[in-house]
Nanobody, 129 residues
Framework: QVQLVESGGGLVQTGGSLRLDCAAS????????MGWFRQAPGKEREFVAR?????????YAASVQGRFTISRDDNAGNTVHLQMNSLKPGDTAVYFC?????????????????????WGQGTQVTVSS
């Protein structure tokens, strides 16, 4: 049974920083990608960032490009981090970590929630103005 646990959310002022962590347990082989999504009240879940496991290719949503950085922890199995800088009120949402063991058939790979097999419970990020 694969489980993902996120941590690091909280309340921060505009312009501040937070780091989210996600640790996956239960299976540490054949990972294709891990990613971060977020969901604000009344809105659909949206892609934030992802990293492919073998090639370490990173891809970001336009709204966070240049402010957020996704990274993987080579010393801790399936673990990813999301460093969020220059936070804005529009970044307020529940952030979810996701993992997939399947290859992508999309041109822009691993940016759709449907491509992921496992999800964390989510962590709240609130940015005050």
């Amino acid at each position: 049974q694969v489980q993902l646990v996120e941590s690091g959310g909280g309340l921060v002022q505009t312009g501040g920083s937070l780091r989210l962590d996600c640790a996956a347990s239960g299976r540490n082989s054949n990972t294709y990608a891990m990613g971060w999504f977020r969901q604000a009240p009344g809105k659909e879940r949206e892609f934030v960032a992802r990293i492919t496991w073998g090639t370490r290719m990173r891809y970001y949503a336009a709204s966070v490009q240049g402010r957020f950085t996704i990274s993987r922890d080579d010393n801790a199995g399936n673990t990813v981090h999301l460093q969020m800088n220059s936070l804005k009120p529009g970044d307020t949402a529940v952030y979810f970590c996701a993992l997939t063991y399947r290859p992508s058939g999309r041109i822009v790979a691993f940016t759709s929630p449907n491509e992921y097999d496992y999800w964390g419970q989510g962590t709240q990020v609130t940015v005050s103005s």
